[in-house]
C-alpha cells in the first residue's frame, strides 16, 4: 500500500468557528481521522509544520513546510499531502514547486468551510488529495486537489472567495479530475514550474498595483526602504499609468528589476503600446515580462531567483525558462 505523509500547517479545514470568529483548531491527525475510507487507500503519518490561517503564513513558514517534504522524501514516503488554507494556497504550492527536489508529488488541499458546519467540504477535499499522491501517475511536482479537480501549481488560482469549487486554472486547465472510476488525467502529470537553487526566499519584493490615474509614490517608497525587486501589476498586456511608467524606467535604472504581470484573470503580457506607460515602452525601459505569471505568483518567482542567486540579471533567466532547473551558467 502506498505511503503519504500530511503535512498540516492549519487553515480552514483545520478551523471551527468560535467567539472571534473561526481559527484553527483541529491538528492533522484530527483532520485524517475525519475521513472515512482514508486507511483503504494509503497508509498515512502526520506531521505538523505550523498551525495558521494561510493569511499569515510567512516565508519562512513555507520554507520550512519545503524541508518537511524533503525530510518525507527522504523517509521513502510515496507522495505528501499539505494541508492548508485556501487564500494563499496557489503561493505556497508555486513556491514548494519551485523550491524543493523532492521526487514525490506535494499535493495541496483545505476547504471553504470550516470543520464544523454542515456540509464542510474538509474531508472529501483530504480524501481526494491523498488519492492523488497515492497515484503512481503522479510522480513529482505540487498540485492542489480541490472540489474533485487537480491543479498544476504553476497554473492554479483561486477563482471564487467562497464557493466549494475553489480554483481553477486559467490558460490551462486541470491535470485531472476524479470520477467516478478514480482520476480520470487530462494532461501528463509532473512539474510545470522552474526549479530554482533556494529554499528560502530572503531577497523583499513588493507588487505595485497599476490602476485609473496610480502615480508612483509607492514605488518610490519601495526604493528609499532597499526593495530587491518589484512586481508591476499591470492592466491589460502590461500597461500601466504615465507616472507609474516613469517610475519603473527609474528602478530598473537603479538596478532594481522589475517584473511585468497582468492583473487579468487570464492571458499574457505583451510589447504592443507605445506612449508613457505603454506596455512596449515599458519593455524598453528593461523590465522582465512575467508571460501569463499573475502578479502574486511572480513576486514569488522574482524572490526565490533574487535570493537563488548573487547578479540580479540572472532573475531574468527564470522567467525566460518554461521549466526545468535554472543555474546561472
Known sequence: MPHVRVLSTGGTIASTDGADGATPSK???DLVAAVPGLEDVATIDVESVCDELSFHLSVSDVAALVEAVERADE????????????DTMEESSYYVD???????????????RPADWAGADGPANLLQAV???????FEDGA?????????????????RAGRPEAYASPD?????????????????????????????????????????????????????????????????????TPALGDG??????????????????????????????GSRTVREHGTIP??????WKARIKLGLALSAFDDPEDARGAFEAQRGVVTTE
Open 27 to 29: 491538528d492533522g491527525d
Open 75 to 86: 523517509d521513502g514516503v510515496d507522495g505528501v499531502v499539505v494541508t492548508h488554507g485556501t
Open 98 to 112: 519551485m523550491a524543493t527536489d523532492a521526487d514525490v508529488p506535494v499535493v495541496f488541499t483545505g476547504a471553504q
Open 131 to 137: 488519492r492523488t499522491a497515492a497515484d503512481d501517475r
Open 143 to 159: 498540485y492542489v486537489a480541490f472540489g474533485n479537480l487537480v491543479h498544476a501549481a504553476r497554473w492554479v488560482t483561486k477563482a
Open 172 to 240: 490551462a486547465g486541470p491535470v485531472a479530475e476524479l470520477t467516478a472510476d478514480g482520476l480520470s488525467l487530462r494532461r501528463e502529470p509532473g512539474s510545470e514550474s522552474v526549479s530554482l537553487p533556494a529554499t528560502e526566499m530572503t531577497a523583499r519584493v513588493e507588487m505595485l498595483p497599476s490602476g485609473l490615474d496610480v502615480d508612483a509614490r509607492q514605488l518610490e517608497r519601495a526604493l528609499e526602504d532597499g526593495v530587491d525587486g518589484l512586481v508591476l501589476a499591470a492592466s491589460g498586456i502590461g500597461n500601466t
Open 248 to 277: 519603473v524606467a527609474e528602478a530598473v535604472e537603479a538596478g532594481v528589476p522589475v517584473v511585468v504581470a497582468t492583473r487579468c484573470y487570464d492571458g499574457a503580457v505583451g510589447a504592443r503600446y507605445g506612449g508613457p506607460g
Open 290 to 295: 512575467a508571460g501569463d505569471l499573475p502578479p
